[in-house]
């Protein structure tokens, strides 16, 4: 199973990014993906799933900016996010696994595979 982020940047704060993460090896159909971030000095946060192709889930700290989308004939989860802040700035991984369940969606640990990661900085 490989994952591949990709869209990163540098952004203006109020500006937009797509993150596109592309799988392959694995029924991708099935899995949930999921998106997190990392900022210097910071743990890694989560920032929204999709979970098992059947619905997407965000978190309050992003909700309203960041969506996710999939288009499962491209194996592609994109992350989009609107009205970007300095806060942003991060590096976003993509993550995925065929265990993820609702109540632990948003945990690190759930998540077998992971992408290397796209760096996203919003300048003020």
């Known amino acids: 199973v490989q994952l591949q982020a990709s869209g990163g940047g540098l952004v203006q704060a109020g500006g937009s990014l797509r993150l596109s993460c592309v799988a392959s090896?694995?029924?991708?159909?099935?899995?949930?993906v999921g998106w997190f971030r990392q900022s210097p000095g910071k743990e890694r946060e989560f920032v929204g799933a999709?979970?098992?192709?059947?619905?997407?889930t965000i978190p309050e700290s992003v909700k309203g900016r960041f969506t996710i989308s999939r288009v499962n004939a491209e194996n592609t989860v994109y992350l989009q996010m609107n009205s970007l802040r300095p806060e942003d700035t991060a590096v976003y991984y993509c993550?995925?696994?065929?265990?993820?369940?609702?109540?632990?969606?948003?945990?690190?640990?759930?998540?077998?595979?992971w992408g290397q990661g796209t760096q996203v900085t919003v300048s003020s």
């Open positions: 999709n979970f098992r192709g059947q619905y997407a």
């Open positions: 090896g694995y029924n991708f159909r099935t899995y949930t």
């Open positions: 993550a995925a696994s065929s265990s993820v369940i609702r109540s632990n969606v948003a945990s690190q640990s759930a998540y077998t595979y």
